[in-house]
Nanobody
Framework: QVQLVESGGGLVQTGGSLRLSCAAS????????MAWFRQAPGKEREFVVA????????VPADSVKGRFTISRDNVKNTVYLQMNNLKPDDTAVYYC????????????????WGQGTQVTVSS
């Protein structure tokens, strides 16, 4: 059993920045690839970015490439999402996910989810 708790969401203006955190407990953090997904009202949960177990490989969605950066601290058992140059289309609930699989970019590959944190980007 792995528990994930996101934090750091909030309201920012277009072009602003925000840093999300996901704290993990239970299990062995370094055994999991980690990913961020997001879900806007009425839409499916979509992949944002993922990071390998050691942090050596990152995979961003095209929509956030160059703007969002994922990182992890395997001592603190925490994964981060640095979001820069935010746009209104980034508005969503952001979810942290953990997986032991090789499927990082689809919801069906995620084993554990956090509760989500709201990010709202205003014009």
């Amino acid at each position: 059993q792995v528990q994930l708790v996101e934090s750091g969401g909030g309201l920012v203006q277009t072009g602003g920045s925000l840093r999300l955190s996901c704290a993990a407990s239970g299990g062995t953090f370094s055994s999991y690839a980690m990913a961020w997904f997001r879900q806007a009202p009425g839409k499916e949960r979509e992949f944002v970015v993922a990071i390998s177990r050691s942090g050596g490989v990152t995979v961003p969605a095209d929509s956030v490439k160059g703007r969002f950066t994922i990182s992890r601290d395997n001592v603190k058992n925490t994964v981060y999402l640095q979001m820069n140059n935010l746009k209104p289309d980034d508005t969503a609930v952001y979810y942290c996910g953990a997986t032991t699989s090789t499927i990082w970019v689809r919801v069906e590959g995620i084993d554990y989810w956090g509760q989500g944190t709201q990010v709202t980007v205003s014009s």
